[in-house]
């Protein structure tokens, strides 16, 4: 597509695009380097998996730009993206509890980085990636480009969650749990509003108030006409011609 015809963007909303697909493209290739770096079958193929998703959304995002692929402000499908039940049914379930936890010293040698340090640094990348994602999308005025980068956003969970499913099962990230009384007492702290019979509580929230805002209004105008004329009613009682204390408009003599 020529220049002529490529589409109008918002300078802000281009320069937010042109950052993420420097990124985006940035991300697949190192996910793709890292995937040839571990010994492990399953890792290398979910992060292979990983780059795969990471290119093919950078090539749908460019070609966003380019004009190709646009939409009506529809939400667009992100190419790969995986259920959330993806990382549940590779992995099995999450488990809880500490199970022997430890955490080796870091190696200094520079030779080579472990299959737990890669599987951190690529569940960091994809923490970030979604909270910087849905953060350049909040401030797109294109619907196109909002819904790709939100795309991108729920790309990153659902790498996230796969990479943390993963660690997890290998011990690499344990979760910690509270006493079962502990978690009782603060689950059952809460206390719940009353359901409203219908309609969405807050547009109904809003409704009242603006009800509420207009009867106030009315209420203060017919008040603040009341007022008026009754201080115009007692302004002429007091004016007395006959009162010595009455100003009366004098005439003067210019000599």
Same mark, same amino acid.
């Given at each position: 597509?020529?220049?002529?015809?490529?589409?109008?963007?918002?300078?802000?909303?281009?320069?937010?695009?042109?950052?993420?697909?420097?990124?985006?493209?940035?991300?697949? =290739?190192?996910?793709?380097?890292?995937?040839?770096?571990?010994?492990?079958?399953?890792?290398?193929?979910?992060?292979?998996?990983?780059?795969? *998703?990471?290119?093919?959304?950078?090539?749908?995002?460019?070609?966003?730009?380019?004009?190709?692929?646009?939409?009506?402000?529809?939400?667009?499908?992100?190419?790969?993206?995986? #259920?959330?039940?993806?990382?549940?049914?590779?992995?099995? =379930?999450?488990? !809880?509890?500490?199970?022997?936890?430890?955490?080796?010293?870091?190696?200094?040698?520079?030779? &080579?980085?472990?299959?737990?340090?890669?599987?951190?640094?690529?569940?960091?990348?994809?923490?970030?990636?979604?909270?910087?994602?849905?953060?350049?999308?909040?401030?797109?005025?294109?619907?196109?480009?909002? &819904?790709?980068?939100?795309?991108?956003? !729920?790309?990153?969970?659902?790498?996230?969650?796969?990479?943390?499913?993963?660690?997890?099962?290998?011990?690499?990230?344990?979760?910690?749990?509270?006493?079962?009384?502990?978690?009782?007492?603060?689950?059952?702290?809460?206390? *719940?509003?009353? *359901?409203?019979?219908?309609?969405?509580?807050?547009?109904?929230?809003?409704?009242?108030?603006?009800?509420?805002?207009?009867? #106030?209004?009315?209420?203060?105008?017919?008040?603040?006409?009341?007022?008026?004329?009754?201080?115009?009613?007692?302004?002429?009682?007091?004016?007395?011609?006959?009162? &010595?204390?009455?100003? =009366?408009?004098?005439?003067?003599?210019?000599?």
């Amino acid at each position: 597509m020529n220049a002529s015809t490529s589409p109008e963007f918002g300078a802000h909303e281009l320069l937010v695009m042109h950052e993420a697909l420097m990124t985006k493209a940035a991300n697949a =290739e190192m996910l793709s380097y890292l995937s040839e770096q571990v010994q492990d079958r399953q890792l290398r193929t979910m992060l292979a998996d990983q780059a795969r *998703t990471a290119a093919n959304h950078y090539t749908q995002g460019v070609n966003l730009l380019q004009g190709q692929g646009r939409m009506s402000g529809g939400m667009m499908s992100a190419p790969g993206m995986m #259920s959330g039940q993806h990382a549940m049914s590779q992995n099995g =379930e999450p488990k !809880l509890g500490l199970r022997q936890p430890s955490m080796p010293a870091p190696s200094m040698s520079g030779n &080579s980085l472990s299959e737990r340090s890669i599987c951190t640094t690529v569940l960091n990348l994809h923490k970030h990636g979604a909270i910087g994602w849905m953060t350049f999308a909040m401030e797109c005025a294109d619907p196109d480009l909002r &819904s790709y980068l939100v795309n991108g956003a !729920l790309l990153c969970d659902r790498a996230a969650y796969d990479t943390w499913m993963y660690m997890n099962q290998k011990g690499y990230y344990q979760v910690p749990t509270l006493l079962q009384k502990t978690t009782n007492t603060l689950i059952h702290s809460y206390q *719940t509003t009353p *359901t409203p019979q219908t309609g969405y509580a807050p547009m109904n929230a809003m409704n009242n108030l603006q009800q509420a805002t207009m009867s #106030s209004m009315d209420g203060n105008a017919s008040n603040a006409n009341h007022a008026r004329g009754a201080g115009a009613l007692n302004q002429t009682q007091q004016i007395n011609p006959n009162d &010595s204390n009455h100003f =009366e408009p004098r005439s003067y003599n210019m000599h």
